[in-house]
Nanobody
């Protein structure tokens, strides 16, 4: 079992930055691929970014490429999402997810564990 707790969300103006963190329980964090997803009101949950267990492979949604960066610190059991140049359309609840595999994927249903989410609101 893996428990995930997100933090770092909040209200930010367009063009601003936020860094989300996801702290994971358990001793085998380094064996899990991790992902970030988001869900806006009235919309389906969508992929944002993913990272392999060792951190060497990353994937991004086209809508966030060149603005968001996913990273992980296996010594701290934490995965991060650095979000720059934020836009109002980035407003959503952001979820951290863990996959019981070393291989990252963009597919939502391949992830086995989910956090409770953290709200990100981009507005002036």
């Amino acid at each position: 079992q893996v428990q995930l707790v997100e933090s770092g969300g909040g209200l930010v103006q367009p063009g601003g930055s936020l860094r989300l963190s996801c702290a994971a329980s358990g001793r085998t964090f380094s064996m899990y691929a991790m992902g970030w997803f988001r869900q806006a009101p009235g919309k389906e949950r969508e992929f944002v970014a993913a990272i392999s267990s060792g951190g060497g492979v990353t994937y991004y949604a086209n809508s966030v490429k060149d603005r968001f960066t996913i990273s992980r610190d296996n010594a701290k059991n934490t995965v991060y999402l650095q979000m720059n140049s934020l836009k109002p359309e980035d407003t959503a609840v952001y979820y951290c997810a863990a996959r019981d595999s070393r291989i990252a994927t963009t597919t939502t249903h391949y992830y086995d564990y989910w956090g409770q989410g953290t709200q990100v609101t981009v507005s002036s």
